[in-house]
């Protein structure tokens, strides 16, 4: 107990509320303040204000009436969400698929990263990374295309892999293959895009480290596990929380892109549920109200995860 | 090709010179239209868009059209509908019983037309529509919409029947019990031949068989007056398992899940054919007949293209599924136009069905965009040019787009008429031989709050687990358990609601 209120002294030498502080600053830095003005007014108007649309969630919303005269219907569409038996499944297949991405995605750049750190001719790491850049372009209809062309039956590796196993894998249609096929296309398709930030960071390690290290006797392995991820570990966590911030999202035109009648139980996740009764059959208070529970979930996951990175001694987020 | 633009060009200047003369009232009309040639440039009215020109000449309106992909149609309008201060004036909604088209009608979004529609001095085209289709179209009793008339007796089954003949069908098959032995001897034929061309939009083909088969079409009445899902009917389980067998006998392309519907063709006119029968709309058989005899040279006088429908069940009875409701979709008038408009407008879609409006929405202008042969059919190149059809259809689409969209001939066709090939005069007089037939979704204009909510979820879901049984992945317990997941997620609500409907109109 004592110790905390040692604590808590330190940081408030002078006494004084927030409020009293507040004050204090307000006067002496005055037009650092007035200059912030602008900013706030936009993120009040077009980031604050935009949110009360979130009313039509708690009512039987009609575009024609408008939000204040459709009638008001409380929880109800909350409740109907839940009364159906489909959203475990809606759930379920959003959480494995997010985790999925984040045990076989998120990772990939940083190992790609990594290996281009230790190319030595910068002619070939720039031409390497301009072509791994390229996929990021490629719009994921064309992707989904290519995948259809290659592994339907009539293509190159339905019939490689029917030729070598001795017996066909549905790609395209068993649920079992879906969500890898998923995550193979985000990897073809990221993974080059997605090293710029780790990159960009590698470049702030002290190459002096790296020579005092080799002149210790380390090794490529040793210089790259002592030296250089700890460089990047701050980067890696705060991908990592903003990343956990998104586990609900799965986006819906790759799922619904790649979904048809023999996957559709794995592929219907939160948002294609929004997508398909939101925007393809027009309920919108119900399709707000599952959107305002994966927001609030999302503000829930990202919070406590740059606590845990806090406790892990990480910078994090804010 | 540039010396038909060009062509074009000058026709549209001496249109638009002469223009100044008619037309004392002008109004510009902003419509939504589902456009089937996205592909295409689209000339505007200041373009010189020789088709607008002329509408604009005999009306007055000058039509200002947003196309939409016809794919993301749906879509669009439930994003168009929640833009409430932008709405298009007059636009197409696709489902008349669609829990948007509802709810919108309901809401107020659409001018009720009612009135109008009974008004015959002054909209007498209008008013000489079918009442029993204006019955199917309307929302609490009012006409909110004139629907876009479709002839109820199109769907059915179209094969080449020089495959069959191989597989010792010479003949049409008379019974559905002799399609089935046919298509499954068929498959037999050649591990790399499919017999039915499938693709993702699978209700048809289910629908078709299933109903051919004697099931009820959606919902069915029982013996004791009680309403029912039609896949609870035996012989809708009946028709589903002629489809599993004939998929594991590797009569169905195992991918056909994949395969959007605007590929639907590509599996019959690839070379050779890699699927040789179709279960859906019949105008389709005639056009592959067509294509074929253009194509491959096939003689016009032996069709190797057969169309079979209207044929009896193993109970003797006959059954068409009703490709639509007598009506593909309906023309909206949006709360956008004025009151002192609406009448106008009424006034412009009741030309849209006149002789004048029907050609030139539907064919265009004689001369540039279809042409009178010496045989007095029209046809959609001229004379002695069939060789060059291809690029003439090219040009139409960049004049003409989808503005046959717009095009409602509730009373009746009124455009010049095509030459008949065989297998179009049949179809045309299946079309009035095999009315009688065709079977109606009892449910189909009750109300269920439930169906509007969930009722596109469920059947999905039942829809799928059918298709997964199609192609084996489920097996029948796998497939009642979907059926039983229906009734618990609102099926049983729904049949409960028809039900007090229903028992309440047998009063």
Redesign the interface.
């Known amino acids: 107990m004592t110790t905390k209120a040692v604590n808590t002294a330190v940081p408030r030498p002078n006494g004084g509320g927030y409020w009293k502080k507040l004050g204090l600053d307000l006067a002496k830095n005055k037009w650092l303040y007035i200059m912030m003005i602008p900013g706030l007014i936009y993120f009040l108007v077009f980031k604050y204000l935009p949110m009360w649309g979130i009313v039509i969630a708690f009512e039987d919303y009609?575009?024609?009436?408008?939000p204040f005269k459709s009638a008001w219907k409380g929880l109800y569409w909350f409740q109907?969400f839940f009364s159906?038996?489909?959203w475990i499944d809606y759930l379920s297949n959003t959480l494995i698929l997010s985790f999925m991405s984040i045990v076989f995605t998120f990772p990939a750049p940083i190992i790609l990263a990594l290996l281009l750190n230790e190319i030595r001719s910068t002619q070939y790491k720039k031409v390497t990374q301009t072509l791994l850049y390229m996929p990021h372009f490629i719009s994921i209809v064309i992707v989904v295309s290519i995948t259809?062309v290659i592994f339907?039956?009539?293509g190159i590796i339905y019939k490689l892999t029917t030729q070598m196993l001795g017996r066909s894998i549905?790609y395209?249609?068993d649920p079992k293959v879906f969500r890898w096929m998923i995550v193979g296309q985000s990897i073809w398709k990221e993974t080059g895009w997605g090293t710029i930030i780790f990159l960009a960071a590698l470049t702030n390690v002290d190459t002096q480290l790296y020579e005092a290290a080799m002149i210790d006797g380390a090794n490529r392995l040793q210089r790259l596990w002592h030296i250089t991820l700890p460089a990047i570990r701050s980067t890696i966590v705060l991908m990592l929380v903003l990343r956990m911030g998104s586990v609900l999202d799965t986006g819906y035109e790759h799922l619904i892109l790649m979904s048809?009648?023999?996957n559709?139980?794995v592929s219907q996740t939160l948002d294609v549920f929004v997508y398909?009764?939101?925007?393809?059959?027009?309920?919108?208070s119900?399709t707000t109200a599952v959107g305002l529970m994966k927001s609030i979930v999302s503000v829930i996951l990202v919070v406590s995860s740059n606590k845990i990175a806090h406790l892990l001694g990480e910078e994090g987020l804010y | 090709m540039k010396k038909l633009v060009s062509l074009f060009l000058c026709l549209a200047m001496v249109l638009s010179v002469m223009s100044f003369a008619a037309a004392e009232e002008d109004m510009t009309l902003n419509v939504m239209l589902p456009d089937f040639y996205s592909d295409a440039d689209w000339k505007t009215l200041e373009d010189g868009n020789p088709v607008l020109q002329a509408i604009y000449e005999k009306t007055g309106v000058k039509l200002n059209v947003t196309w939409v992909p016809n794919s993301g149609y749906g879509e669009q309008t439930t994003l168009t509908l929640a833009d409430v201060n932008n709405l298009p004036e007059v636009m197409v909604m696709q489902g008349p019983r669609d829990a948007i088209m509802l709810k919108s009608a309901r809401d107020g979004a659409f001018w009720d037309l009612t009135d109008f529609v009974a008004d015959a001095a002054n909209y007498p085209n209008l008013a000489a529509g079918e009442k029993s289709v204006y019955d199917n179209i309307a929302v609490d009793g009012r006409l909110y919409g004139i629907y876009r008339a479709r002839a109820y007796a199109r769907a059915g089954i179209y094969y080449r029947n020089d495959y069959a003949a191989q597989a010792g069908y010479a003949e049409e098959p008379a019974t559905v019990e002799e399609f089935k032995d046919m298509c499954l001897k068929m498959a037999a034929l050649d591990p790399n031949l499919y017999v039915i061309n499938m693709c993702k939009y699978v209700a048809g083909t289910i629908g078709i068989m299933t109903v051919m088969n004697g099931a009820p079409y959606q919902y069915g009445v029982n013996a004791e007056g009680k309403i029912y899902p039609a896949f609870e009917d035996p012989a809708f389980q009946e028709g589903l398992d002629f489809l599993r067998e004939l998929y594991a006998a590797g009569g169905i392309d195992p991918n056909f899940m994949t395969i959007e519907s605007g590929n639907w063709d590509d599996a019959e006119r690839s070379d050779p054919p890699k699927a040789v029968m179709r279960l859906d709309c019949l105008d389709n058989g005639y056009r592959y007949e067509e294509w074929l005899e253009e194509n491959k040279g096939t003689d016009k006088e032996k069709p190797v293209v057969s169309l079979l429908t209207a044929i009896p069940n193993k109970d003797g009875k006959i059954q068409i599924w009703p490709q639509n409701i007598g009506a593909s979709g309906e023309i909206v008038i949006t709360k956008a136009v004025s009151a002192e408009k609406l009448p106008k407008v009424v006034k412009f879609l009741d030309w849209c069905n006149s002789q004048d409006g029907q050609t030139l929405l539907n064919c265009g202008l004689q001369d540039v965009t279809y042409w009178i042969h010496s045989d007095g059919f029209r046809y959609t190149y001229p004379e002695g040019e069939a060789e060059n059809s291809a690029t003439y259809a090219a040009t139409t689409n960049v004049i003409q787009h989808s503005l046959n969209q717009l095009g409602m001939n509730v009373n009746g066709d009124l455009t010049p008429p095509t030459a008949a090939t065989l297998l179009r005069s049949e179809y045309n007089k299946n079309l009035e031989d095999n009315a009688q037939y065709v079977i109606a979704n009892p449910c189909l204009t009750f109300e269920s709050e439930t169906n509007n909510l969930m009722g596109s979820t469920i059947n999905q879901a039942v829809e799928d687990a059918q298709v997964q049984y199609i192609a084996g992945k489920i097996d029948l317990a796998g497939l009642q358990a979907a059926y039983a997941d229906w009734h618990a997620e609102g099926g049983d609500l729904i049949l409960q609601e028809y039900q007090t409907v229903y028992d309440a109109q047998a009063k």
Not at chain 1, 62 to 66: A, E, K, R
Not at chain 1, 276 to 284: E, W
């Open positions: 009609s575009p024609f009436l408008g109907r159906t038996r489909k259809y339907g039956t009539e549905d395209l249609g048809n009648a023999l559709r139980s398909q009764n939101g925007i393809v059959n027009g309920q919108l119900y």
